[in-house]
């Protein structure tokens, strides 16, 4: 079945531990993001990938770090993480093979705490 | 950028009961897309609708591009349609980044 798949689901890490948060799909999409979202607020883009070797940042400034090497791989590394990175990260795709071309599908998160 | 509101905030409804959640932005788009986010965090495609109307099920979303404004309703609410519910707009494109509002907060109380 085609999906988008989020690992690890929920993290806890001391400050200064570099961690890299997956993201995968397999629905070919060409589109990938990946947004932050703190509890009960909106969701804010922090990176996006319109193809292999294309990476961008987003509206929402971040000291995250994120490659495209595969088409279906996104991951986002923190290579020092402090609190104040402690939130939710949604990763998203969108592209051809959808029903709309334009229609997201998400992940299920990772809940990252940095004590 | 394309500011996006929603309104109301947080709304309580009695199970059974209707509601119209509405989103209003800034400028014109491309992809519109309402989504549902359950309270385990995760996030469901509603329905992708830059114009027009939708149904599925108990849902329908109507989008009045010239005007900028979407609504989504729901019929006969069930306690699992709590959680929060987001707009979502964009130009569309090569890109196709989407721009959340600060979503509606719904419980439903059986």
């Known amino acids: 079945e085609a999906d988008i798949y989020q690992t690890p689901r929920y993290l806890v890490i001391g400050t200064g531990k570099k961690i890299t948060l997956e993201c995968s799909q397999t629905?070919?999409?060409?589109?990938m993001y990946w947004y932050q979202q703190d509890p009960g607020m909106e969701l804010h883009l922090i990176h996006y990938s319109y193809g292999v070797n294309s990476t961008e940042k987003g509206d929402l400034s971040s000291e995250s770090t994120v490659s495209r090497i595969r088409t279906e791989h996104f991951p986002l590394t923190l290579e020092s993480a402090r609190p104040s990175h402690t939130s939710q990260y949604l990763c998203?795709?969108?592209?051809?093979?959808?029903?709309?071309?334009?229609?997201?599908?998400f992940g299920s998160g990772t809940r990252l705490t940095v004590v | 950028g394309i500011q996006v509101e929603q309104s109301p905030p947080d709304l309580i409804l009695q199970e059974g009961a209707n509601s119209t959640l509405r989103c209003n932005f800034s400028?014109?788009?491309?992809?519109l897309q309402w989504f549902h986010q359950n309270p385990w965090g995760q996030l469901i495609n509603l329905f992708y609708i830059p114009s027009g109307t939708k149904q599925n099920g108990r849902l329908s979303a109507t989008t009045v591009a010239t005007e900028r404004y979407s609504l989504l309703y729901i019929s006969s609410s069930q306690t699992t349609d709590s959680g929060v519910y987001f707009c979502?707009?964009?130009?569309?494109?090569?890109?196709?980044?989407?721009?959340f509002g600060t979503g509606t907060l719904l419980a439903v109380q059986p």
């Open positions: 998203a795709s969108s592209g051809p093979g959808q029903a709309y071309i334009y229609g997201y599908t």
């Open positions: 629905m070919g999409h060409d589109k």
């Open positions: 979502a707009v964009g130009s569309g494109g090569a890109t196709n980044k989407l721009i």
């Open positions: 400028d014109s788009v491309n992809n």
